[in-house]
């Protein structure tokens, strides 16, 4: 089994008109486990924003602008990180805010997600075994594993090296992690940039997924849904989310927001007619 062991730096996307956060540092583990046999290769890069880094982030980080002047874009350091692998890899991390953070950015800077087989939750795990409510952070999971935090916080690097730590744990402690795994399809499913289960269990679309559906709206506002839904560029959108265009649930979702959209728009449009001067 390969797994790649992962946790990043980022900025705050609510603030940057593509409003997403933008991944700043990189640092993973590869680790490849035969038997009872393992090997960690280790990788770390600042990467190169869009734009710039926001003052809270630099004084948290301790990211300079000089650090990611002349780093490697996301897109570009995923194509070199993709050559040290030889087969796809199971991608890990200590709470999902790190999957979503690479999804979106595959997303925004069209970068391959093609290698990643499953996904692994090692906060999901740590909660279940020691029978918490409330997520720990990664400090807190390393101490009920008899471990303490090593080296700096809020830094990519020394989080994966403690990340790792952790993994090792639970990996001796379970003689098999694959129920925690899941596979490619559950992954796209469960963490869809687009649209998702809510707590409820009811397909919601998402915050990124209401930017991504509102630019095309207004690129077609004189269009009915009908047409937008049938565009090239909304067919290329539900690609790239691993939506089938023939799964009536999604599509459903999708055409009920266009429709709220329209509704809106019908509405402020009539109401301008009748505003009095």
């Known amino acids: 089994m390969i797994y790649l062991i992962v946790d990043f730096e980022a900025n705050m996307g609510h603030l940057y008109p593509n409003g997403i956060d933008e991944i700043i540092q990189f640092s993973s583990g590869l680790y490849e486990k035969s038997g009872t046999n393992s090997r960690i290769n280790y990788f770390n890069s600042y990467i190169k924003p869009q734009f710039g ?7 948290l980080t301790g990211i300079t602008l000089d650090l990611v002047r002349d780093a490697p874009d996301f897109q570009a350091y995923v194509s070199r990180l993709q050559n040290n692998f030889y087969e796809s890899v199971i991608f890990v991390s200590f709470s999902s805010h790190d999957i979503c953070y690479f999804l979106e950015n595959a997303l ?9 087989k499953g996904y692994m939750d090692l906060q999901e795990i740590v909660m279940y075994d020691c029978h918490l409510d409330q997520q720990p952070s990664l400090k807190k999971a390393l101490s009920l594993f008899g471990l303490e935090f090593v080296g700096k916080q ?3 690097y020394y989080d994966v090296l403690n990340t790792i730590r952790l993994f090792r744990r639970i990996d001796n402690k379970y003689p098999s992690l694959d129920r925690w795994v899941y596979d490619r399809k559950e992954l796209l499913r469960k963490f ?17 997924g209401k930017k991504i559906l509102k630019k095309v709206f207004f690129h077609y506002k004189h269009r009915d849904v009908n047409f937008i839904l049938n565009t090239g560029t909304m067919k290329k959108i539900l690609e790239q989310n691993f939506i089938d ?5 999604y599509i459903k979702v999708v055409r009920n927001y266009f429709e709220n959209l329209l509704f809106k728009q019908e509405t402020n449009r009539f109401r301008g007619r009748f505003r009095v001067h």
């Open 245 to 249: 265009r023939h799964d009536k649930q």
């Open 108 to 116: 925004k800077y069209k970068a391959s997600t093609r290698w990643i």
């Open 53 to 59: 880094i926001q003052k809270p982030i630099r004084e």
């Open 154 to 156: 809020h830094n990519a």
């Open 192 to 208: 869809n940039l687009l649209i998702r289960y809510d707590r409820e269990g009811h397909l919601i679309v998402t915050k990124s």
